[in-house]
């Protein structure tokens, strides 16, 4: 029974463990930019946007569409790298497990 006993307080800590580093990179922010930097967007290690960053000479009310495109791109690189962020950090925390656990991040 010591062993069952042992193997949930090591889970309990691996938990907390994981719950910390969570609210940590929740406090860190990726930058992604798209149109040579005139959009830029920030976004944090909960996968949400914090701010979007618009150089106004890429406003144009002819064509909407490009700033949209640009807007996309960048919120989309930005998500693309926090998760690969929060990816690295968790495998740093669960490397000494022995096992990936699929779809935990």
Same mark, same amino acid.
């Given at each position: &029974?010591?062993?069952?006993?042992?193997? &949930?307080?090591?889970? %309990?800590?691996?938990?907390?463990?994981?719950?910390?580093? %969570?609210?940590?990179?929740?406090?860190?922010?990726?930058?992604?930019?798209? $149109? $040579? $930097?005139?959009?830029?967007?920030?976004?944090?290690?909960?996968?949400?946007?914090?701010?979007?960053?618009?150089?106004?000479?890429?406003?144009?009310?002819?064509?909407?569409?490009?700033?949209?495109?640009?807007?996309?791109?960048?919120?989309?690189?930005?998500?693309?790298?926090?998760? %690969?962020?929060?990816?690295?950090? &968790?495998?740093?925390?669960?490397?000494?497990?022995?096992?990936?656990?699929? $779809?935990?991040?």
């Amino acid at each position: &029974m010591s062993k069952l006993g042992n193997i &949930m307080r090591q889970a %309990q800590k691996m938990q907390e463990k994981m719950a910390d580093m %969570q609210k940590e990179l929740a406090a860190r922010t990726c930058e992604a930019s798209a $149109g $040579g $930097g005139m959009v830029t967007a920030a976004v944090n290690g909960a996968q949400e946007v914090v701010s979007v960053r618009i150089d106004p000479s890429v406003i144009d009310a002819k064509d909407p569409e490009m700033l949209q495109d640009l807007v996309v791109a960048a919120v989309n690189e930005g998500l693309r790298r926090s998760k %690969q962020m929060v990816s690295e950090e &968790m495998g740093k925390l669960t490397s000494g497990l022995g096992v990936n656990i699929p $779809g935990l991040f």
